[in-house]
């Protein structure tokens, strides 16, 4: 506060002016600087140039604020007014302090200072003023002028201006594109031709043209047309993308439109299910001992949702021949769905709504727990499973179908060979439980012996003898062992019988039943009413099937097991000779030791089939070509060279490379008929189409060529290797040879 | 009187004058008597620096060339006749020759040349042919810096890449396709070389790439492999054989595929043949026959004329190649031996792999060598299994060639899905043995680059070269038939020549400058030759560098300058 009033007018009267010379300064420099930037760089990127503007001027408005102090107004006084004899510094002194002299200054300056009419306001600095409103008027004139030089504007647009009336412009383009209603992708727009879709989108293009036509078609490159409806300034068509293609515009009154080469629509293809087993982890699981459920756990996914799934439960029951096969169909529902069940990130797709994500989930865990009891398995039985699942595509959904899993309930008997097959053989096939049965039938016939007449037992005693002797004679051809026929033998063997009969000792009766054997009597009198018969049988295949010691049978098996082997046939040689005699009782410890023995055989040993090679033996010139020869004569061989698929496209990518003269006569059409007749086997036919338009509408462009060759080199043939002569020698080569020859001619 | 006395005369009286002047100094006198004296004798080396004898080989010029390093530069004898090629980045000052030629007519005495750096250009090497007898080499920038490509590849074939690459330990090469496709890939060995191979496809040109991959996956090179694939020729054959066996079957179809012209007579009984074509055996048919394949057994029903029309064909031009499947007879062995193979029965057939005779990727099958012992003296290998026994030879007879083969199942390439390594062994030695009747083809530049002479050499008088772009160029060809091409635009050219056409590829300037310097220094390397003289040893004076001096006076001036300021304490001479 200055001590009086009139000071202070003056004072704030000198921060107007200054203000206002400030503002007026830098103000219309600044406006019309972001003027210009709106003009040339876009409203949003002038951002930043019109806050420094505001800076500037906010800082020029603080500078000139500030600058007025009391110092500085007494300057200005001082320098207005002579009178004031330079003291006006002490009007803004307190009174108070000062001495007497000071004091009585003080007063006549501000007597003089009020009769005086001194402006401390600075004078408007015109030459400033006038330099920045020009340089407001020249940028406000270029930001004006901006529009006609279009150094930001689009290049296409550009080259249309260029060249004048050559080209339609392509004024708007709008591609709306709305997938299949089961994808649950949103509509979308583009603003190009090319674009990707779904398979099976509507696609409804949008355009407008400068000039207009008269009428404007899509090509496309399968042939198909669609012609494009006006309505008023813009054209429009709608299609179904069933597959990928390539278009073009064609134009009717109107010249081609600028960017004319081929554009490109693809279709992407809804993809078949993907089934996960998390449970079992092994196509074969056997059952285990208590195993009351068996627990199935399965992960699908679909790229845009899974409809349904179904498990397919077939038991098979039964063994050999006699198998039965019952089937079922479960439809499961999705248990608590995975963490990434989130709906399919398909560019600007929008989540699916919660609802229709739980109808059909993206990703879904399907779980089940098989009721093994329900399902009626028993041992020797397989259960089957397999998951089906379909997803929503339509008209026809996707199907997908897991493998197969196998959840077995292990025979009694059955060893483990999965794997193996092929390399490994078990040695005995099912036919060696035989000997069991023949002990099952001993002991039924020693159980019935009471009411059996004597002649009856021994008769069934006999039988069973003979089924023994075919067992018999069945492992020794594993062995090698002579066949025999039971006519033959019979004699002798009843002879040998009764001298070896004291071997039957006391100590066989030791033997007892198995528990096991209740199962299964299915055996008895089918096989023991007809025994001649079945015997005959066997000594029919002894007879013709085999002959004397086979050295490939002989070798299959190694020593140890062919002892094995040997003793079980000297116990089943034992028990024939007391079954024949009638006397069961007594063969039956040799029938379980031949079982004992047959069984170790079965358990300790496979065969190990040794893989060698064809060898065969040096022909017999003597016997050669010694047989009918009639009718024998010359033949002519037709043998036809390779009929080369992809030639079109070899003789293409060939003359491709005959320099740009060459360009004009090129065979496309053959080359084009190849490309559509092979379009579906090909990984990119569309963009081999595509180059190849772009080389048929500029020949000379050298990269479009290349491009295309290129593009090309996966699809040549590969010819079978080519030879050729080596170079003719010249003279002195040919002189050379000739005199290499005389000289060796001359050396014999 | 010299100016070097008459600056001496002027030092000496100015030392004279500063030392009268210190006389009567108050403090450091000595010190500052010493100080002038040793300043002025400074000044006068700084102004007349001492000279230095140095030795120096008189007869030999060292020449630097673009490359040299600066330590190679550093490390140089400062007294050698030392000149700097166009290229050449240096601090010293060197005597720069615009090229080798007016350097060695500036230094006419020069009789042997020392190379430092990268290698002579290509322009050099003529001038320094025969004096260059020692190369120290600048090493190589990382990269590929050998490149090694078949000069005519046959189409369908399999053909081979080889090369080495320099800094690329741990990482990779790999041969693209025109597609961009990964066709081959080796990590290089110890040395850097490496192999690819990779099949041809039609006649026409067509370039591959080969990219250098560093051990952590970037690619540290790449350059174009230009391949010009050449069409075959329609051979005749004759083939006759005792009975078909897969061999010939494999053997035949391979002759279909490929365009062969295959006449063939199959025993299959006896008095029963198959037949294809005439299979005649007349001098007259055997005239356009280019080869003929026969095996053991076939020879045995050859009766005396037609086996003189055989030979006779053969010492006209014909090829023949016996096929031994199995024993020989012991007449055939005789007829054998005169064609100059002495066949003898030997050990059981022995197995061989030709996995990298024919660089197969993966292992291929087994094949089998015959059980025989073969005496060729003369004979030139043919084949050579990876064991290195030999299967099959060749040898000249008259103008003809007769050639005895061993590998009875190659066919089992084929079967083993290496068809193309079938086609191209047979195709091989179909080539190597039929009748000389191809012409010879002109010589192409082989690392034709972007404004540097490529040279062509048996051309003829109408030869052109076609660009990319279907500019053409005359080719003016000397009277050796050669003639050069300045190519100015990169990419494949084509030598017309009559109705020929044959595509070559030229690189860009900047492309593969490993490869170039690669090539620059062996082409130097092959320049080198053994010292014809010993070396004329000469001495030559050099003057010390002034800088040292000068320092050591401004050194002692300054000093000076402390001691004979107005020190406070000695104000009474300033008052």
Redesign the interface.
């Known amino acids: 506060m200055s001590p009086d009033p009139r000071l202070d007018r003056l004072r704030s009267a000198a921060v107007r002016r200054r203000l206002a010379i400030a503002l007026l300064g830098t103000a219309p420099p600044s406006l019309a600087a972001v003027a210009l930037a709106a003009r040339s760089i876009g409203t949003a990127a002038a951002t930043p140039v019109c806050l420094a503007a505001l800076a500037v001027v906010a800082a020029a408005a603080w500078r000139a604020w500030r600058g007025v102090d009391d110092a500085w107004l007494a300057r200005r006084l001082d320098a207005a007014e002579p009178q004031l004899d330079d003291s006006s510094a002490l009007l803004f002194r307190d009174a108070a302090a000062l001495s007497e002299l000071q004091r009585l200054q003080r007063a006549r300056v501000l007597a003089r200072l009020a009769a005086s009419d001194a402006d401390p306001r600075p004078a408007w600095p015109r030459p400033l003023l006038l330099a920045s409103s020009a340089l407001a008027l020249v940028l406000s004139i270029v930001a004006l002028a901006w529009r006609p030089h279009a150094a930001g504007t689009d290049t296409a647009e550009r080259e249309a201006a260029s060249r004048g009336g050559d080209s339609t412009a392509l004024a708007q383009v709008r591609l709306d594109i709305e997938a299949p209603a089961y994808t649950k992708i949103a509509a979308r727009t583009e603003a190009t031709l090319d674009a990707k879709a779904p398979q099976g989108s509507r696609l409804r293009w949008t355009l407008r043209f400068d000039p207009q036509p008269q009428a404007a078609t899509l090509t496309f490159h399968d042939g198909s047309r669609l012609a494009l409806v006006r309505d008023g300034a813009s054209w429009s068509g709608e299609r179904v993308l069933a597959s990928s293609t390539l278009y073009r515009i064609e134009l009717e009154g109107a010249p081609p439109p600028a960017d004319d080469r081929l554009h490109r629509l693809d279709a992407i293809a809804d993809r078949a299910p993907d089934v996960r087993v998390l449970e079992p982890e092994k196509t074969l699981t056997l059952l285990e001992a208590q195993q009351k459920t068996w627990n199935l756990a399965f992960e699908a996914s679909d790229d845009h949702g899974i409809a349904s799934a179904e498990l397919q439960i077939t038991l098979a029951q039964g063994g050999g021949e006699n198998v039965t096969f019952k089937e079922q169909t479960i439809v499961l529902t999705p248990v608590s769905p995975g963490p990434s069940s989130a709906p399919q990130a398909v560019a600007s797709a929008p989540a699916a709504p919660a609802g229709s994500e739980e109808e059909s989930p993206v990703v879904a865990r399907y779980a089940y727990g098989l009721d093994l009891a329900a399902l009626g398995i028993a041992m020797g039985d397989d259960v089957i499973v397999r998951l089906v699942v379909a997803d929503n595509r339509q008209p026809e959904p996707n199907v997908t179908r897991s493998a197969s899993f196998i959840l077995r309930w292990p025979a009694k008997a059955s060893s483990d060979s999965a794997g193996l097959e092929g390399i490994v053989q078990k040695t005995m096939p099912a036919y060696f439980r035989s000997q069991r049965q023949i002990i099952i039938d001993s002991e039924a016939l020693l159980a019935e012996k009471a009411g059996l007449g004597e002649d009856a037992f021994l008769s069934r005693s006999d039988a069973i003898g003979v089924d023994q002797k075919i067992l018999r004679l069945r492992y020794g051809q594993f062995l090698g062992e002579e066949s025999e026929t039971h006519a033959q033998h019979a004699q002798a063997e009843e002879q040998t019988a009764h001298s070896a009969g004291e071997h039957a000792d006391g100590a066989s009766q030791g033997h007892e039943e198995e528990p096991a054997h209740g199962a299964a009597d299915a055996h008895d009198h089918a096989a023991s009413d007809t025994p001649a018969k079945f015997g005959q049988e066997g000594d029919v295949v002894a007879e013709f099937g085999h002959v004397h010691d086979i050295a490939e049978a002989a070798t299959l098996l190694d020593a140890e097991t062919k002892a094995t082997l040997k003793s079980a046939l000297a116990e089943m040689w034992q028990a024939e000779l007391h079954l024949r005699q009638g006397r069961p009782d007594e063969a039956l410890p040799y029938e379980h030791r031949a079982l004992e023995f047959i069984k170790q055989v079965q358990q300790s040993t496979r065969i190990y089939l040794a893989r060698v090679g064809l060898e065969l033996p040096p022909p017999d010139e003597a016997r050669r070509?010694s047989g009918e020869?009639k009718g024998?004569?010359?033949?002519?061989?037709?043998?036809?060279?390779?009929s080369g698929d992809g030639a079109p496209i070899?003789q293409l990518?060939?003359s491709l490379?005959?320099?740009?003269?060459a360009a004009g006569t090129l065979d496309w059409s053959a080359a084009e008929a190849w490309l559509h007749a092979h379009e579906s086997d090909l990984p990119d036919a569309l963009a081999v189409l595509a180059a190849i338009d772009r080389v048929r509408r500029d020949p000379a462009c050298?990269e479009c060529r290349t491009s295309l060759?290129?593009?090309l080199?996966?699809l040549?043939?590969?010819?079978?290797?080519?030879?050729?002569?080596?170079?003719?020698?010249?003279a002195a080569g040919?002189a050379y040879?000739?005199a290499?020859?005389a000289g060796a001619g001359g050396g014999r | 009187m010299s100016p070097a006395l008459l600056v001496a005369v002027a030092i000496a009286a100015a030392a004279l004058v500063g030392v009268v002047r210190s006389r009567h100094a108050l403090r450091y006198r000595a010190a500052r008597i010493g100080l002038q004296l040793a300043a002025a004798v400074l000044l006068y080396l700084c102004l007349f620096p001492p000279s230095t004898r140095e030795e120096f080989a008189a007869d030999e010029l060292v020449v630097l060339t673009p490359g040299a390093t600066a330590a190679q530069i550093a490390a140089l004898p400062l007294a050698a006749n030392t000149v700097a090629l166009p290229g050449v980045e240096a601090e010293r000052a060197l005597e720069r020759v615009p090229d080798l030629g007016t350097a060695l007519r500036r230094h006419v005495d020069a009789r042997r040349l020392r190379i430092v750096g990268g290698g002579l250009p290509s322009r050099d090497r003529d001038a320094a042919r025969g004096l260059v007898v020692a190369f120290d080499a600048a090493p190589l920038p990382r990269g590929l810096v050998e490149l090694d490509l078949p000069h005519v590849v046959r189409a369908g074939s399999a053909w081979r890449v080889a090369g080495r690459a320099e800094g690329l330990a741990g990482g990779r090469v790999e041969l693209r396709d025109p597609s961009g496709a990964v066709v081959a890939a080796q990590a290089p060995d110890a040395q850097g070389r490496f192999s690819l191979q990779a099949v041809a496809k039609g006649e026409g040109a067509a370039s591959f790439v080969l990219d250098a991959l560093g051990a952590d996956g970037t690619r540290v090179d790449s350059m174009a492999v230009p391949l010009a694939v050449q069409a075959g020729a329609p051979l005749k054959i004759l083939l006759l054989a005792g009975a078909p066996d897969p061999e010939l079957k494999y053997l035949r179809r391979w002759a279909a595929d490929a365009g062969l012209a295959l006449d063939s007579r199959l025993g299959l009984s006896e008095g029963v043949v198959l037949t294809e074509g005439a299979a005649a055996l007349d001098a007259e048919a055997l005239r356009s026959v280019d080869l003929a394949v026969l095996d053991e057994r076939s020879w045995n029903a050859l009766d005396a004329g037609a086996k003189q029309a055989l030979i006779g064909a053969v010492r006209d031009g014909l090829g023949l190649l016996l096929r031994a499947t199995g024993p020989i007879p012991e007449p055939v062995a005789a007829d054998w031996a005169d064609l100059g193979y002495r066949v003898q029965a030997a050990a059981p057939a022995a197995a061989v792999k030709l996995d990298r005779a024919l660089g197969l990727d993966e292992a291929g099958p087994a094949l089998a060598r015959g059980a025989l012992a073969v005496d060729a003296p003369d004979a030139a290998p043919l084949l050579r299994a990876d064991d290195g026994s030999t299967l099959g030879w060749s040898r000249n007879l008259g103008r003809g060639r007769v050639a005895l083969w061993l590998l009875a199942d190659s066919y089992r390439l084929s079967l083993a899905g290496a068809a193309p390594a079938f086609g191209t062994l047979w195709s091989e030695v179909f080539a190597n043995l039929a009748r000389a009747r191809g012409e010879i083809p002109p010589s192409l530049p082989q690392a034709a680059r972007v404004d540097e002479r490529a040279v062509f050499c048996a051309v003829a008088t109408d030869a052109a070269v076609e660009t990319e772009a279907g500019a053409h160029s005359q080719l003016i060809a000397d009277a050796a038939g050669c003639a050069a091409y300045w190519p100015d635009a990169p990419g494949w050219h084509t030598l017309l020549s009559g109705d020929r056409r044959w595509p070559f590829h030229v690189r860009a300037r900047d492309e593969a400058r490993a490869l170039a310097a690669g090539e620059t220094q062996r082409a130097t390397r092959a320049l080198l030759v053994a010292a014809s003289s010993p070396v004329e040893p000469a001495a030559r004076s050099r003057p010390l560098p002034r800088w040292p001096f000068f320092l050591a006076w401004l050194a002692l001036v300054a000093l000076l300058w402390w001691l004979e300021r107005d020190a406070p304490g000695d104000s009474s001479r300033s008052a």
Do not use: H
């Open positions: 070509l020869r024998l004569q010359d033949r002519v061989g037709s043998l036809a060279a390779a070899a990518w060939q490379a005959g320099g740009a003269s050298l060759r290129d593009l080199w996966p040549l043939p590969t010819p079978a290797a080519a030879s050729a002569p080596r170079a003719a020698p010249n040919r040879l000739d290499l020859q």
